[in-house]
């Protein structure tokens, strides 16, 4: 079964260093979402993104963040300047269409900042 | 705004045991519900879901019913298994505002043999 992939699976970084994530998902998948868990706390939502455009974004979602879909495979969340409390998993997930269409979600990055 | 409350974990079940996870939610209009699992390592995976009022989704022995009068989708397994071992996370999706999903903050299960 397709699945969605994200590299690396843990990443580790000092404070105010700029961090891409990335992802693969599933090649005839039209919507890409970011989602992120800081330990102990609730999976929020971050983006989602159609069309190489951003289509909704949360209030977490600053100007430090942004996303990208460089080529025809990869989905990539960058940090500009990375603070402690980014430090959290990050879920990239993707679906078919809007609306019903279920989530597939990757293993999730986890990023450490220090 | 939406949100969904799950009750807290952990649960702790012997194998062949009733589960029950209470979810309870708040949403504008009419939301879709789910319940995503969570195994170690791994990512999370739509276990069930249901779109409108009454439906009963289910799914690997796993059920919740949308109950709209109470404002709840409850998960249930008549007989867990020490591979049910997992976290399991509640969420609605407004569909005025696409996939964008609200999530409980999850229950983790340990099915011990």
């Known amino acids: 079964e397709p699945e969605v992939t994200q590299t690396p699976s843990h990443q580790v970084t000092q404070m105010g260093q700029e961090v891409i994530l990335r992802c693969v998902p599933i090649?005839?998948?039209?919507?890409f979402y970011w989602y992120r868990q800081i330990l102990g706390q609730k999976v929020e939502f971050l983006v989602s993104?159609?069309?190489?455009?951003?289509?909704?974004k949360s209030e977490i979602f600053d100007d430090q963040f942004s996303v990208e879909r460089p080529d025809g495979s990869n989905f990539t969340l960058k940090i500009r300047s990375t603070k402690l409390e980014d430090s959290a998993m990050y879920f990239c997930?993707?679906?078919?269409?809007?609306?019903?269409?279920?989530?597939?979600f990757g293993n999730g990055t986890r990023l450490t900042v220090t | 705004g939406n949100s969904v409350t799950q009750m807290e974990g952990p649960v702790t079940l012997s194998e062949e045991a009733f589960l029950t996870i209470n979810c309870t939610y708040t949403?504008?209009?009419?939301?879709?519900l789910f319940w995503y699992v969570q195994y170690p390592g791994e990512g999370l995976q739509l276990l069930l879901k249901?779109?409108?009022?009454?439906d009963k989704g289910s799914n690997k022995g796993f059920e919740a019913t949308y109950r709209k009068e109470t404002t709840s989708f409850h998960l249930e397994k008549g007989s867990v298994q020490v591979s049910d071992s997992a976290v399991y996370f509640c969420?609605?999706?407004?569909?005025?505002?696409?996939?964008?999903?609200?999530f409980g903050g999850g229950t983790r299960l340990m099915v011990k043999p």
């Open positions: 969420a609605l999706s407004n569909n005025n505002a696409g996939n964008m999903l609200t």
């Open positions: 249901a779109t409108k009022a009454d």
């Open positions: 090649s005839n998948h039209l919507y």
């Open positions: 993104f159609y069309n190489n455009e951003i289509s909704e």
């Open positions: 949403a504008t209009g009419y939301p879709s």
């Open positions: 997930a993707s679906s078919e269409t809007r609306g019903n269409s279920p989530l597939h």
